[in-house]
């Protein structure tokens, strides 16, 4: 969660932000901090490509969390979370990566290591995340792994 809020920080929005405004706030951001604005300014230049990379991550990653953007996908989400078991899940950081045998791959955030840990000793951590995570935690679509 403190992600959450050292992006919005970054960027300067909240969370009622709309895809529309935090398109024009990065790409504000972005023009006033582009390295290629400071030719002889080696220094600036370094400072100005840290905070491009900042500005980026911040940016993607709010797009992925934001209601517009789960809207888009709540289909796709919820046929994965209802039909397709869990594969494999690992927990760093209050963030919970959870893969399906389907492929998809979400985070969950903010989940405490207390709820992680009753998971990993559930009998079914697919039924565990349904009563437990799913819908309790802010998520995002974090990948796709192929079938082969």
Known sequence: MKR???????????????????????????????????????????????????VIEAYHFLVSINPETQE???E??????TKSIIQDFYFEKQILKVQHLNGKMYEYIGVPRNTYIK???????????????????IYR???????D
């Open 4 to 54: 959450i809020g050292e992006h919005r920080k970054l960027l300067g929005v909240d969370k009622e932000v709309t895809l529309k405004e935090l398109k024009t706030i990065y790409r504000n951001t972005m023009k006033d901090s582009h390295p290629d604005k400071f030719i002889n300014d080696e220094a600036g230049k370094l400072e100005a490509e840290e905070k491009s990379k900042s």
């Open 76 to 81: 796709e989400y919820t046929e994965t979370i």
């Open 141 to 147: 679509k974090s990948g796709e792994v192929m079938a």
């Open 119 to 137: 998971m990993v000793n559930a009998d079914s951590p697919s039924r565990f995340a349904r009563r437990h995570i799913y819908g309790n935690f």
């Open 72 to 74: 888009k996908y709540k």
